[in-house]
């Protein structure tokens, strides 16, 4: 399930993590730039940018324009980032979403379905223009939800679209989905498009199981 990129970002990410908590860049201290941590993981610049990203998603840095990256805590983990944590938001995505899949695939009607094809087309678009992959991501989870024909489960995956918003930024992929990881999308899009549950099924698991994974290795 893990890309080169995804894998280097999420390295970056766990090293500086790691060194943050050992105080090797203590609070209020500023991290190197991107050029200087780009040299010494011998990744490039936008791997960088992606992995200061999620430590500034997780309040661990502030990362002001011209200035720099600044450390403002080094005390964070999976149950202090929102108000549920981030793996529960993610276990909470999985059965919803499991759930409106099951639903889908046998209530969508073509409306819902061609809402289904037109988030993913849109998704598909981003990544092969290597755009910000995050609101294309977001809308097309949403579309599956809500082709479930299913208020309550709507009303559930709205509850919390804040937190769910938050844990699309800080996975695997950050803001630039691999190809690897859009194929899984695909799967899901096919569970509602063609009725193929199983592999839909299948390819969440495989989605949420990985971005448990990424999390708790980010977080400890």
Known sequence: MK??????????ADDLLREIREGLHPVGGKLPS???LAETYGVSRPVVREALGMLSMLDVIDVQMG??????????STEQTTDYGLI??????EAIESGALRLAAVRAD???KAAVRAAL????RAVRS???TSAADLELHRAIVRAARSPLLQKLWDD?????????????HGRAMSQEILADHRALAEGVIDGELVGALAATRALYDHHRDFLRSLLG
């Open 121 to 124: 087309d849109a998704l598909e």
């Open 110 to 112: 073509t409306h819902e």
């Open 160 to 172: 919390i679209n804040d937190e769910i918003a938050q844990t699309i930024r800080v996975s695997p």
């Open 67 to 76: 200035r720099g990256a600044f450390v403002v805590n080094a005390d964070v």
């Open 130 to 132: 290597a755009d910000d």
């Open 34 to 36: 991107e050029r200087q």
């Open 3 to 12: 890309d080169g990129t995804s894998t280097q970002r999420a390295r970056v």
């Open 88 to 93: 529960d938001v993610v276990d909470a995505r």
